[in-house]
Every structure is written in structure tokens, then in C-alpha cells.
């Protein structure tokens, strides 16, 4: 097929020249590129979407753990002072129990 030929098929709406790699293939409307660049095309939204997500994902992570971090330091803060007695009884239970390991 010369240029001429290509040309009047083109003109005639047979085939159509791929908008990124020159690619010609059989005219279809609305088809701006070939099948080739259309499976890149995909792949590239596939991946943007994918990277999009695993950011959002990280953000989630980091934000769900810094509140629940949050969460449970105030818990612990909160334990500690309901409990302030018992865990110093505990404190000194222990204190003394290993010094009488030790003295033994
Ligand atoms: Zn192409």
C-alpha cells in the first residue's frame, strides 16, 4: 500500500493513524489510538490508580495508628491513676521480693 493509497483509505474512513505511535489500524469512531497504546494507556491507569491507593492507604495506616497510639496512652494514663495504689502495692510487693531474693 503506498502513501497514496493510505491516504485515501484514511480520508475514506478505513483505517485510522494511531495518535501516539503512528500505528495504523482499522478505523473505528471514537478510536484515537491502536490496541497497543490503549493496553498502555490501561496499564498507566491501572498503576496511577493503584500508587493513588496505596498512598491513601499508608495515610489511613499512619492515621489510624497515631489516634490509637493516642488511645492507648490515655488509657494507660487514665489506668495508672485509677489504679495508682494497686500498682504501687504491686511495685513495692515486688521491690521487696527481689531484695529478699537477693539477701538470701
Ligand atoms: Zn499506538
Same mark, same amino acid.
Given at each position: 500500500?503506498?502513501?497514496?493509497?493510505?491516504?485515501?483509505?484514511?480520508? /475514506?474512513? =478505513?483505517?485510522?493513524? !494511531?495518535?501516539? !505511535?503512528?500505528?495504523?489500524? =482499522?478505523?473505528?469512531?471514537?478510536?484515537?489510538? !491502536?490496541?497497543? !497504546?490503549?493496553?498502555? @494507556?490501561?496499564?498507566?491507569? +491501572? #498503576? +496511577?490508580?493503584?500508587?493513588?491507593?496505596?498512598?491513601? @492507604?499508608? &495515610?489511613?495506616? #499512619? +492515621?489510624? $495508628?497515631?489516634?490509637?497510639?493516642? +488511645?492507648? @496512652? &490515655?488509657?494507660?494514663?487514665?489506668? #495508672?491513676?485509677?489504679?495508682? =495504689? @494497686?500498682? /504501687?502495692? $504491686?511495685?513495692?510487693?515486688?521491690?521487696? &521480693?527481689?531484695?529478699?531474693?537477693?539477701?538470701?
Amino acid at each position: 500500500m503506498n502513501d497514496e493509497e493510505l491516504f485515501e483509505k484514511i480520508m /475514506n474512513k =478505513e483505517l485510522t493513524i !494511531c495518535e501516539t !505511535c503512528d500505528n495504523i489500524f =482499522e478505523y473505528i469512531p471514537q478510536k484515537l489510538f !491502536c490496541g497497543e !497504546c490503549l493496553r498502555d @494507556k490501561k496499564l498507566a491507569r +491501572k #498503576r +496511577k490508580h493503584y500508587e493513588e491507593n496505596r498512598e491513601k @492507604k499508608a &495515610a489511613y495506616d #499512619r +492515621k489510624y $495508628r497515631e489516634e490509637n497510639l493516642e +488511645k492507648m @496512652k &490515655a488509657y494507660q494514663r487514665k489506668y #495508672r491513676e485509677e489504679n495508682r =495504689e @494497686k500498682i /504501687n502495692a $504491686r511495685e513495692f510487693a515486688r521491690y521487696h &521480693a527481689k531484695k529478699k531474693q537477693e539477701e538470701e
